[in-house]
């Protein structure tokens, strides 16, 4: 089956250091590969996203490459911010054939604090 | 517009109470999930609707039971529930998949349920 595996966390940094969130899978097929962010007491939000092998997603100063050779997609942003504290997941979205849907497989996620 | 809403954001309810969540999107999209997730955890997939037909059920007790009544709208009734049920409620939707397309998942906010 499909899985996903996250760096485990929780990742404590201090604020403008670079950050990296190790994110492996493994699949059948060509997933698309997704991170969401959650902040407290709220719901998932789409932080980026890639369809494709070498595919580069990027969105408020973080990126991931779909790297299909190490099946990984690991998170980077350069310099964090307070702001950037929160829960990040991993995940990969496979169609499902008989009814166009898809289904996602979430990693574990990750939690990050940012120290001023 | 990416939104999807949520209501009610919060819901405390009794054992033997009947209340209903809903959630609706505006998005166009055809398919429509229900998740819930546990503090700390990652979203766990209960019921998946696909042009207003329910796809998926992942063997979810009957104490849960999902109704789409349009291609915006999609509720989740309760009734009966156990402590063990208190956790945030999320639903998503997707555009179907389409070759050569991706069908990205949005999510709510989250239905917070509380069970006494």
């Known amino acids: 089956g499909n899985s996903v595996t996250q760096m485990e966390g929780p990742v404590t940094l201090s604020e403008e250091a670079f950050l990296t969130i190790n994110c492996t899978y493994t699949?059948?097929?060509?997933?698309?590969l997704f991170w969401y962010v959650q902040y407290p007491g709220e719901g998932l939000q789409l932080l980026l996203k890639?369809?494709?092998?070498?595919d580069k997603g990027s969105n408020k100063g973080f990126e991931a490459t779909y790297r299909k050779e190490t099946t990984s997609f690991h998170l980077e942003k350069g310099s964090v911010q307070v702001s950037d504290s929160a829960v990040y997941f991993c995940?990969?979205?496979?169609?499902?054939?008989?009814?166009?849907?898809?289904?996602?497989?979430f990693g574990d996620g990750t939690t990050l604090t940012v120290k001023p | 517009d990416t939104e999807v809403t949520q209501t009610p954001k919060h819901l405390v309810m009794g054992m033997t109470n009947k209340k209903s969540l809903k959630c609706e999107q505006h998005?166009?999209?055809?398919?429509m999930y229900w998740y819930k997730q546990k503090a700390k955890k990652p979203p766990e997939l209960m019921f998946v609707?696909?042009?207003?037909?329910?796809?998926i059920n992942e063997s979810v007790p009957s104490r849960f039971s999902p109704e789409c009544p349009n291609s915006s709208l999609l509720n989740l009734h309760l009734h009966a529930l156990q402590p063990e049920d208190s956790a945030l409620y999320l639903c998503?939707?997707?555009?179907?998949?389409?070759?050569?397309?991706?069908?990205?998942?949005?999510f709510g906010p989250g239905t917070r349920l509380t069970v006494l």
């Open positions: 998503a939707s997707s555009p179907l998949f389409r070759f050569g397309g991706t069908d990205t998942q949005y």
């Open positions: 699949a059948t097929g060509y997933p698309s």
């Open positions: 890639a369809t494709k092998a070498d």
């Open positions: 995940a990969l979205r496979v169609v499902l054939v008989d009814t166009n849907a898809g289904k996602s497989t």
């Open positions: 998005m166009g999209h055809r398919a």
């Open positions: 609707y696909s042009y207003e037909k329910l796809s």
